[in-house]
């Protein structure tokens, strides 16, 4: 199950929890860069199995598009398909929101992931974030 959160509600902890599980402790990404100030313009996903936050990520808009950002599952609960779970919700709150694209920046392991999703990479070399080597990847959105 995934439920969606603003940063006002308690739910907004699991998402945190999750990504500081995935991106502070396992990826060692300093905290101060994992939490920013696009918290609060962001609708964060949380992914559940059972009641227990297992995957998260974040949409916000910018410049017409929206983008997805710090999409993360724990290793306990990948290659199971809840990636492509999450993805598939935030594409739908996008199509919700009458956004005509989606952007994201994804970690180069994550490449081949995105593109089987439809993404296209649109950046000519990879970039550091965080660090981490990172291409942008963009798909249109079709409205159901």
Same mark, same amino acid.
């Given at each position: !199950? ?5 940063? &006002? ?6 998402? #945190? ?8 402790? *396992?990826?060692?990404?300093? $905290? &101060? $860069?994992?939490?920013? *100030?696009?918290? %609060?313009?962001? #609708? /964060?996903?949380?992914?559940? %199995? ?10 916000? *808009?910018?410049?017409? *598009?929206?983008?997805? $950002?710090?999409?993360?599952? #724990?290793? &306990?609960?990948?290659?199971?398909? #809840?990636?492509? $779970?999450?993805? !598939?919700? !935030?594409?739908?709150?996008?199509? %919700? ?36 080597? /990172? ?7 079709? &409205?159901?």
């Amino acid at each position: !199950m995934i439920k969606t959160y603003k940063t &006002s509600e308690q739910g907004f902890q699991d998402a #945190l929890a999750v990504r500081k599980d995935v991106f502070v402790r *396992e990826q060692e990404i300093d $905290e &101060s $860069e994992e939490i920013d *100030e696009n918290e %609060d313009i962001s #609708l /964060h996903f949380v992914l559940y %199995d059972n009641d227990k936050p297992v995957g998260a990520s974040r949409l916000r *808009e910018v410049n017409g *598009e929206g983008k997805v $950002e710090r999409v993360c599952i #724990l290793s &306990s609960h990948r290659k199971k398909g #809840l990636g492509e $779970e999450l993805m !598939m919700a !935030m594409e739908q709150a996008a199509i %919700d929101k009458s956004l005509p694209s989606l952007i994201l920046y994804a970690q180069t392991k994550a490449e081949d992931f995105y593109k089987k999703l439809g993404y296209q990479t649109t950046s000519k070399e990879p970039f550091l974030d965080a660090n981490i080597p /990172h291409v942008a990847m963009k798909k249109v959105l079709k &409205s159901s």
